[in-house]
Nanobody, 124 residues
Framework: QVQLVESGGGLVQAGGSLRLSCAASGRTFGSYDMGWFRQAPGKEREFVAALSWSGSRTAYADSVKGRFTISRGNAKNTVYLQMNSLNPADTAVYYC?????????????????WGQGTQVTVSS
């Protein structure tokens, strides 16, 4: 069983930065691919970024490419999402997720464990 807890969300002005963290528990967490998704009010949950368990592969949504960076802590039990040049369209609840099959997926149904989410609000 894997438990994921996100933190680091908040209110930021357009052009600002935030770093989200996802702390995980579970002995095999280090062997899972990890992803970040977001969901804005009235919209479906959408893919943001993914990172392979080894850290050698990443994937990003076009809307965040060049602005967001996904990474893993040295102990591999924390995953980060560095978000720069934020704009109001980035406002959403951000979720981290773990994929036990290692497909580096971009769909929510490819992930097996989810955190509770952290709110990010970008003001104009």
């Amino acid at each position: 069983q894997v438990q994921l807890v996100e933190s680091g969300g908040g209110l930021v002005q357009a052009g600002g930065s935030l770093r989200l963290s996802c702390a995980a528990s579970g002995r095999t967490f280090g062997s899972y691919d990890m992803g970040w998704f977001r969901q804005a009010p009235g919209k479906e949950r959408e893919f943001v970024a993914a990172l392979s368990w080894s850290g050698s592969r990443t994937a990003y949504a076009d809307s965040v490419k060049g602005r967001f960076t996904i990474s893993r802590g040295n102990a591999k039990n924390t995953v980060y999402l560095q978000m720069n040049s934020l704009n109001p369209a980035d406002t959403a609840v951000y979720y981290c997720a773990a994929d036990v099959r290692g497909v580096l997926g971009t769909r929510a149904d490819e992930y097996d464990y989810w955190g509770q989410g952290t709110q990010v609000t970008v003001s104009s």
